[in-house]
């Protein structure tokens, strides 16, 4: 038997794993000390909300790094609170379906339509440093990331498999064990794959929100995005700056991919909760480098298993840990009054919050509720006509690359990085190719809307072609088919559950990129048409609040109605009838 | 006739709770109340005692709430009525140390062996060094020495279950529960496990002072246990609780064993018998035996056809233990197929045999339509639920009735789940019948199409 805990001189003496690794973990731990004073210096400076914004190569990087910094707190901070908000969700049955429900409000607002009053906030709290503007802009990416992941948890923790619960009941885990080891692993995946999605998102609200103005405050971030806008805005236009700008932004995405995605999805093949290995697995060669347990990376997690180990210890002790919770158990009774007057306050909170924004509605006249309503209506049809194109073009082309898995093996990686490069960073070029065209946003807009929401339909479909079962294309075969049954019968109902999944998000990515698809400033160029998108954005640069809410609200109106109308019949019309397992 | 192993049959438990009982249910119950005044009755007011030193067997049917009595009796599930102690003191607040074999292992595929079996004990605060030596010990005596470091889904069924005893078993429980640890086994191995279990016990390399097995399989609890207690269901109460006095190791084939797992089929498949004692509530519970909803068995009209068939061919008459032994079926099998015979017409059971009738015979001697037709006759003469649905399509214009309508009826009767699995039995017997069809996307029963257009010829020939 090998000695469990030999000394670390011992492990010193006998290298056994490659220098590099260390040299390479060694330089990481620099940079990123490197990175935290350069920030905290440059979150403490004097505020400048409106800095200039350099078109030299050489401001890249570190452009580069302020907007990476921005992405990464706030995925933290999405992180952390969707956990805790999915906790609070799954397992408080009284304030359960208020949750979720305002989970569903939330997802369907536009997120960009809390821009002014965020960051009006945010410069209030922190007058004196440039915080006060970058949390802003945290904020707002907060707010756009944060949804799918909270419900992604919830839905985990709620389909753990009972005997679990009832094991991790009987043997008396502490909450903080049953944390780490059932509810935390059992949602990884859903977490990861959610994470990218996320992570996507935020890229693409974050670039056009580095560089804005509305009424008469006017903001200039340093960042990837305010750089390319900024470029797209000279006269005369600086394409040296702009192709640089891009290179940059494929590059950080496609290493995010391969340096921090891959690996994690291969390392959460751990977590998949099957009872036989499965064929097919993602490799990442960064995880086997770092799996070869070079001696620095065990050092942390050592001091994290010495902290564990004394904190089981104190649980155990605990009253909770030594009696059986039924898994039935009745809420505390005791805890009724306080929550009664809670939900009170709440009420009266939100209910005087609501008499205000009434007030600050009446703001809106008639003739502008009329535009907008005329607005709604055009945004309307040219998020269905995207859908539809979207539909048009992916069926056909992911059922083919789906039905071929070698196709499929090589296709997905590169689509996956494909999606993952926000279309906000395209749209000051095509508005310059637009503008050049002479050509204006009415259908330029279903352009940038289908750049931005077609690959969730595409990856939806392919992965529904690869499950459709081959028993039931060969029986397709036998009885000979025609082209037009094959379709009819198999392939399209085969699908249907996945591409109802990926039409929703769709959707939703949809309503959200009209705000930035209908309306575009560059420099003193403006390009705008009729739609609801337009008119937030045309509100958010006039500083008119009012018509701001009053098109925020009609929006996310919308949005909630077709999802209760539409989408949630077609799920469970592919619930039901196109379910391929019984 | 006194043979070692045939009890004294008591109907209903009324044994005085020995005084050193580790775990004892008084009057504990579990219902669902319904806002119509009824109650759903998964178990009625039962005792139950588990006392140091022997192996107790809880056998029934599926649907008798077995699994149910014992997340009452480890502190899972809080009764609705009545209580449960712990060594004399309320099980809520106590500090009890018990363990359950899962019948699905519920191992964490994340963490190793080693891992899996150390959990219970890292939650109990133990130290590193003394966990890992437990857990070695452990694996070694459960015989998986080795395999510490493989991860669960690596492992066959049977190491997998072995894992879930090990981890059982390392806290050094006082009460070990098991609920149907075998029946993801096959056959083999669960001989195996069940030999080493025995094994265990017998030579006290466990400190476990009771074991509580849940089972639906006869022979294994006569196999294994020292006391054996037959639930009922609809709703579920102990049907006889007796000791089994053969010496350990235990013959199959010997004649105490068969007449014993003989005597337990006979409790299983006789009638319903009216309870002793009127229950004391204060609302009153619509006893299920005496609702009028048959509660229909889940089986297949071809398992039926089947059954007779062979019953025939044996001269119209066999045992039934002798059945399920030759055809190699379980009693959860094989009850449900003889239960709906039974409630069909076509077959009568008395005292552990089955016996064709007359209608029985006739259904097995005719080719499939007249069988279908005869089971037509026999589904609408014996059972309410496919009589009621009929006739609703009938006297409706549309010819189409929603399930809905159905399942607020059952509802009163059955738990949202054996209401669907309700619905689902009459749809299959229906279309089997030719009695109606079922739309599955919009919900409905329709009347079978051939049968719409002779209504539609015949209203056009008034």
């Known amino acids: 038997m090998k000695p469990q805990h030999p000394l670390a001189r011992t492990l010193v003496t006998i290298r056994t794993w490659p220098i590099l690794i260390d040299a390479a973990v060694i330089l990481c731990c620099l940079a990123f000390f490197l990175g935290l004073i350069k920030l905290g210096t440059y979150w403490m400076a004097r505020p400048m909300p409106a800095v200039v914004i350099s078109h030299s190569a050489r401001a890249l990087p570190l452009y580069a790094f302020y907007s990476i910094a921005r992405m990464g707190i706030a995925y933290i901070l999405s992180l952390l609170f969707a956990i805790g908000y999915g906790y609070l969700a799954a397992y408080n049955r009284r304030v359960e379906a208020w949750m979720l429900a305002v989970l569903d409000i939330l997802q369907s607002i536009p997120v960009l339509s809390f821009l002014p009053g965020v960051m009006l906030a945010m410069i209030a709290l922190f007058p004196g440093h440039q915080f006060g503007v970058e949390l802003g802009s945290i904020v707002l990416l907060f707010t756009s990331q944060v949804w799918n992941m909270a419900f992604s948890f919830y839905s985990s923790l709620k389909s753990i498999p009972r005997e679990m619960v009832e094991s991790s009941r009987i043997f008396r885990y502490s909450a903080w064990q049953r944390l780490w080891q059932l509810e935390l692993p059992f949602s990884a995946i859903g977490l990861i794959w959610n994470s990218i999605v996320s992570v996507a998102s935020g890229w693409f609200v974050l670039i056009p929100c580095e560089m804005l103005s509305f009424g008469d405050h006017s903001f200039r971030l340093p960042g990837l995005g305010s750089y390319l806008y900024s470029a797209a805005s000279a006269t005369p236009v600086d394409m040296h700056a702009l192709f640089w700008g891009m290179a940059a932004l494929i590059l950080i995405i496609v290493a995010t991919d391969q340096l921090i995605w891959r690996p994690l999805i291969a390392w959460s093949d751990k977590f998949k909760f099957e009872q036989v290995e499965s064929s097919s697995r993602v490799t990442s060669p960064i995880l086997e480098l770092l799996s070869h347990r070079g001696m620095l990376l065990q050092l942390p997690s050592r001091a994290w298993n010495g902290l564990e180990e004394k904190i089981y210890h104190r649980l155990s002790a605990t009253r909770a840990c030594r009696v059986v919770h039924p898994v039935d158990d009745e809420p505390d009774k005791g805890g009724r009054l306080f929550s009664v007057l809670l939900g009170i306050l709440a009420g009266a909170a939100v209910l005087w919050a609501a008499s205000q924004a009434v007030h600050l509605l009446h703001g809106v006249t008639w003739a502008d509720l009329r535009l907008l309503l005329l607005g709604a209506g055009a945004t309307y049809l040219r998020v269905n006509a995207a859908l539809l194109i979207a539909a048009l073009w992916t069926i056909p082309v992911g059922v083919a690359i789906g039905s071929n898995p070698k196709v499929a093996q090589v296709l997905q990686p590169i689509t996956q990085i494909v999606a993952s490069i926000p279309a906000s960073a395209f749209f000051p070029v095509l508005m310059l190719v637009l503008i050049r065209m002479g050509a204006g946003l009415g259908i330029g807009s279903i352009a940038l809307m289908l750049l931005g929401t077609q690959w969730y339909v595409l990856f939806n479909v392919i992965a529904g072609a690869m499950a459709i079962p081959s028993d039931l294309k060969e029986a397709a075969e036998v009885y000979r088919f025609t082209r037009w049954q094959r379709w009819t019968r198999l392939i399209l109902p085969g699908i249907f559950p996945y591409l109802i999944t990926g039409m929703v998000t769709a959707s939703g990515g949809a309503w959200n990129t009209s705000i930035l698809a209908e309306y575009g400033t560059l420099g003193n160029r403006t390009l705008e048409t009729i739609g609801l998108g337009a008119q937030i954005s045309a509100a958010t640069g006039e500083g008119k609040f009012a018509t701001l809410l009053m098109a925020t609200v009609l929006m996310a109106a919308i949005v909630v109605t077709m999802n209760r109308l539409v989408w949630r019949r077609l799920y469970r019309l592919a619930e039901t009838r196109y379910k391929l397992e019984g | ?462």
């Open chain 2, 1 to 462: 006739m006194q043979e070692a192993g045939i009890p004294a049959s008591n109907q209903a438990s009324s044994q005085a709770p020995p005084a050193d009982a580790i775990i004892r249910a008084k009057k504990v119950e579990k219902y669902y109340a319904q806002p119509s005044q009824n109650r759903i009755q998964v178990i009625s007011a039962t005792d139950l005692a588990i006392v140091p030193g022997e192996i107790v067997a809880l056998l029934g049917p599926s649907g008798s709430g077995k699994s149910t009595m014992l997340r009452m009796l480890s502190g899972l599930s809080t009764p609705t009525a009545g209580q449960v102690y712990w060594h004399e003191k309320p099980i809520a607040g106590a500090e009890i140390n018990v363990s359950i074999v899962f019948q699905s292992f519920a191992l964490f595929p994340w963490l190793t062996v080693l891992q899996n079996v150390e959990a219970p004990l890292q939650a109990r605060g133990i130290a590193p060094d003394a966990r890992r030596e437990r857990s070695m010990k452990m694996l070694d005596t459960v015989g998986l020495d080795g395999f510490e470091a493989a991860y669960p889904k690596e492992l066959s069924g049977g190491m997998k279950q072995r894992v879930g005893f090990a981890r059982a078993l390392v806290v050094e429980p006082e009460v070990l529960f098991m609920d149907e640890p075998f029946s993801a086994l096959d056959v083999l191995t669960a001989e195996n496990l069940r030999s080493e279990l025995l094994e265990l016990w017998a030579n006290k390399s466990i400190p476990t002072k009771a074991i509580f097995l849940v089972t639906h399989n006869i022979e294994e609890a006569v196999l294994l246990a020292d006391r054996i207690i037959v639930l009922g269901r609809n709703p579920g109460h102990i049907r006889t609780d007796f000791r089994v006095q053969l010496a350990q190791p235990r013959n199959r084939k010997s004649e105490p064993f068969t007449q014993l797992v003989d005597y337990i089929y006979k409790v299983l498949t006789k009638p319903d018998v009216a309870p002793a004692e009127a229950p004391e509530q204060q609302t009153p519970v619509r006893d299920q035996r005496q609702m009028h909803y048959q509660m229909l068995p889940h089986a297949r009209p071809g398992g039926m056809a089947g059954l007779l068939e062979l019953l025939l061919d044996r001269g119209g008459r066999d045992d039934i233990y002798r059945l399920a032994d030759d055809l190699s079926f379980e009693i959860d099998d094989l009850l449900p197929i003889v239960d709906a015979a039974q409630l069909l017409g076509f077959l009568t059971i008395e005292e552990g045999d089955a016996a064709i009738t007359e209608s029985g015979t006739e259904f097995a001697n005719s080719e499939i339509l007249r069988q279908k037709e005869l089971f037509r006759d026999a589904a609408l003469a014996n059972i309410l639920l496919l009589r009621q649905i009929r006739r609703a399509l009938d006297s409706k214009i549309d010819h189409t009735v929603p399930e809905d309508f159905f399942l607020d009826m059952l509802d009163e009767q059955f738990s949202e789940e054996e209401c669907q699995r309700q619905i689902e039995t009459a749809v299959t017997w229906g279309r089997y019948a030719e009695l109606f069809d079922y739309d599955a996307g919009h919900r409905r029963f329709v009347l079978p199409d051939a049968q719409e257009e002779e209504i539609a010829t015949g209203k056009e020939d008034e």
